[in-house]
């Protein structure tokens, strides 16, 4: 498992039962995981402290409970800054764990020692946008959410990287990706964080693991001759990362590297252990 170990203002700190219980910069939250089948005695005080608490609904959904919490507060990784808000089903707009592969990338954009054109879809508010702009690459930012852009557009002010070179585009993924390869545009590096299920302005059905391999297919051939990396995330369950490997493996073949899938985790640090939280497929140019 890779394990995203380096946050200094967020941690989990304990699960149980169904929920985490988190602490983001200097509040505590509780949130649902299905992950978290287990059910460990409830010792630390936070749990009977939080400032906000999402309970989830047996039909389906959920809603935020509030006792102090504002309707915005900052986070920060490194040099980045994020804008927290809890939001429906009980995001707060930032996925921590995804760190461990923003700090993998990063060294590889630095120690390239070349321009590096990246492009990230699904892209949501930024996380890996931001981190790979702030070691110098010019990254596509893409996502069909107007709201999620300008979230996102809002961490770059805050991370001092309102100048960055991004470009920013609210669109349909897939039809991005479609159009970049008839204009002929390449990229150096490729980021993807899809939909475990979604639909389509016009009702199309996204199902991850249906549709992703044609998208990687489709991705492929935005790559440039010397691509530097490949990274796809996964939180589909049953969706195992030796798939992600097989995938990347095969479509990546005719290019000089290594492909590596895992699960990707959170120390908890009441017990040491790690959450589980999903899975990364990487691959990489040798």
Same mark, same amino acid.
């Given at each position: /498992?890779?394990?995203?170990? %380096?946050?200094?203002?967020?941690?989990?700190?304990?699960?149980?039962?169904?929920?985490?219980?988190?602490?983001?910069?200097?509040?505590?939250?509780?949130?649902? $995981?299905?992950?978290?089948?287990? $059910?460990? *005695?409830?010792?630390?005080?936070?749990?009977?402290?939080?400032?906000?608490?999402? @309970?989830?609904?047996? +039909?389906?959904?959920?809603?935020?409970? #509030?006792?102090?919490?504002?309707?915005?507060?900052?986070? @920060?990784?490194?040099?980045?800054?994020?804008?927290?808000?809890?939001?429906?089903? =009980?995001?707060?707009?930032?996925?921590?764990?995804?760190?461990?592969?923003?700090?993998? #990338?990063?060294?590889?954009?630095?120690?390239?020692?070349? *321009?590096? +054109?990246?492009?990230?879809?699904?892209?949501?508010?930024?996380?890996?946008?931001?981190?790979?702009?702030?070691?110098?690459?010019?990254?596509?930012?893409?996502?069909?959410?107007?709201?999620?852009?300008?979230?996102?557009?809002? %961490?770059?002010?805050? &991370?001092?990287?309102?100048?960055?070179?991004?470009?920013?585009?609210?669109?349909?993924?897939?039809?991005?990706?479609?159009?970049?390869?008839?204009?002929? %545009?390449?990229?150096?590096?490729?980021? /993807?964080?899809?939909?475990?299920?979604?639909?389509?302005?016009?009702?199309?059905?996204? =199902?991850?693991?249906? %549709?992703?391999?044609?998208?990687?297919?489709?991705?492929?051939?935005?790559? &440039?001759?010397?691509?530097?990396?490949?990274?796809?995330? &996964?939180?589909?369950?049953?969706?195992?990362?030796?798939?992600?490997?097989? /995938?990347?493996?095969?479509?990546?073949? +005719?290019?000089?590297?290594?492909?590596?899938?895992?699960?990707?985790?959170?120390?908890?640090?009441?017990?040491?252990?790690?959450?589980?939280?999903?899975?990364?497929?990487?691959?990489?140019?040798?």
């Amino acid at each position: /498992m890779w394990i995203a170990k %380096n946050w200094k203002e967020y941690e989990v700190i304990d699960c149980s039962n169904g929920e985490k219980l988190e602490r983001w910069g200097s509040y505590i939250l509780i949130r649902p $995981d299905p992950q978290v089948i287990w $059910d460990t *005695p409830r010792t630390h005080r936070a749990w009977k402290h939080p400032n906000a608490h999402y @309970h989830r609904s047996k +039909k389906g959904g959920g809603e935020w409970e #509030f006792f102090d919490l504002p309707q915005q507060w900052d986070l @920060h990784y490194g040099s980045l800054t994020f804008h927290l808000k809890p939001f429906h089903f =009980k995001h707060t707009g930032l996925f921590p764990e995804q760190a461990i592969n923003w700090d993998w #990338f990063g060294a590889k954009i630095k120690d390239s020692r070349r *321009p590096v +054109k990246v492009l990230n879809l699904f892209a949501y508010t930024g996380g890996a946008t931001l981190s790979a702009a702030a070691v110098g690459a010019s990254v596509t930012h893409v996502d069909a959410s107007k709201g999620m852009v300008t979230w996102a557009r809002e %961490n770059a002010v805050a &991370s001092g990287l309102a100048d960055a070179p991004i470009r920013w585009i609210v669109d349909d993924c897939i039809k991005f990706v479609e159009r970049e390869i008839r204009r002929g %545009n390449r990229y150096d590096a490729i980021i /993807m964080d899809p939909p475990s299920y979604g639909r389509g302005p016009k009702g199309e059905t996204w =199902k991850l693991e249906h %549709n992703v391999h044609s998208l990687i297919k489709l991705c492929v051939q935005l790559l &440039s001759n010397q691509p530097l990396f490949f990274l796809i995330n &996964s939180y589909t369950t049953g969706l195992q990362p030796a798939v992600l490997a097989y /995938m990347l493996g095969t479509e990546l073949k +005719k290019f000089h590297g290594a492909t590596e899938a895992q699960e990707i985790g959170i120390p908890v640090s009441s017990n040491g252990l790690a959450l589980p939280c999903g899975a990364s497929g990487r691959w990489e140019a040798l």
